[in-house]
């Protein structure tokens, strides 16, 4: 695929990841994939991201990503999101408080 075509793909990841299709990370993430995250955490395979997903989906089920910078070069995309959602449940050990919640995120699927 080429960079526009890369560009799409990953946006349409994160419009399902949105939608809670959950299953497009097993069609996407190698089975040997390993990603790294701050604080020395490393996730395994689809399943680590999954389990990883698990509790913002749970607190924070509505959650959207707004992509704000995607680049793509050959075969590598980085995107620079902001995420939004409402606080409707327990999300690691933060009490409920309904209100909206905001981050943002770089990203290299």
Known sequence: ??????????????????????????????????MHYPCNVKLLGPQGYKDSLSPFLTGLPDFEHTIEDLIATGEKVVARFKITAMHKG???????????QHGNALDQP
């Open 1 to 34: 695929m080429g960079a526009e075509a890369n560009k799409a793909f990953v946006r349409r990841l994160y419009q399902q990841l949105d939608a809670g299709e959950l299953d497009v990370i097993d069609a996407v993430f190698s089975p040997t994939c390993v």
């Open 90 to 100: 327990e999300l690691l050990g933060l009490l409920i408080h309904h209100g909206c």
